[in-house]
């Protein structure tokens, strides 16, 4: 049976889509208030906390790595269904395939590692095992599928997936320094010298706006 390469990125957005730098900028802004879109619309409230930036490098990413994406964020916990969350992550500019989200019950997660991990019950469910829980119910499960995966994460909760994070920092969140290191783990090709768009350091507005 021919083997299928799913590569699967796990995203944070409070720390990567975002950083104390941007929110900075946001509430210096003499034009409108932060977090207000000119609608004043919900939708351009969470938007507006959002770096185009960064969601340009997101796509950058997804672009060079084909990796689809799963939200694991405690974002996901504002969507009630992924058609929710794959209209808001649409709407900002987001170009790369959203899958899914983590789960959010820690039973379901306790109860499934216990069941398909060596693991056995964890008492304390950090975000590692939600992770390692959504790749147990829709990846692993699929005997002709090869999967990989990375974590985007500014927090270190991963538990026993601490070696596939790559780690931003929530103070700057998501960087060219990142693709590089995303395109290293799933073994592509990556030059910042093909890519010198992505090294613009200015402030940007707000996603979706």
Not at 11 to 39: A, C, I, Y
Not at 112 to 130: P, Q, Y
Not at 183 to 189: W, Y
Request: net charge negative; glycine share 6%; aromatic share 10%.
């Amino acid at each position: 049976m021919e083997q299928i390469l799913k590569r699967v990125i796990f995203l944070d957005v409070d720390g990567v889509l975002n950083s104390q730098k941007f929110m900075h900028f946001k509430e210096g802004q003499t034009t409108r208030h932060f977090g207000v879109s000119p609608d004043g619309s919900e939708f351009g409230f969470w938007a507006s906390m959002i770096d185009p930036k960064a969601v340009k490098i997101l796509n950058k990413i997804t672009d060079l790595t084909g990796a689809e994406l799963v939200l694991s964020s405690t974002w996901r916990k504002s969507f009630k269904m992924n058609v929710e969350m794959r209209e808001f992550f649409n709407k900002i500019g987001v170009t790369g395939k959203m899958v899914g989200k983590t789960p959010t019950n820690p039973d379901e997660v306790r109860k499934v590692l216990a069941e398909k991990t060596e693991l056995g019950w964890v008492d304390r469910v950090w975000r590692g095992h939600e992770i390692d829980c959504f790749l147990q119910q829709f990846y692993y499960s699929r005997r002709n599928w090869k999967t990989e995966f990375v974590i985007l994460d500014d927090d270190s909760d991963m538990a026993h997936l601490m070696d596939r994070l790559i780690q931003t920092r929530n103070d700057e969140g998501l960087t060219a320094h990142h693709v590089a290191k995303v395109c290293h783990a799933f073994g592509v090709p990556f030059s910042i010298f093909d890519h010198e768009d992505l090294l613009d350091d200015s402030p940007t507005d707000s996603a979706g706006e």
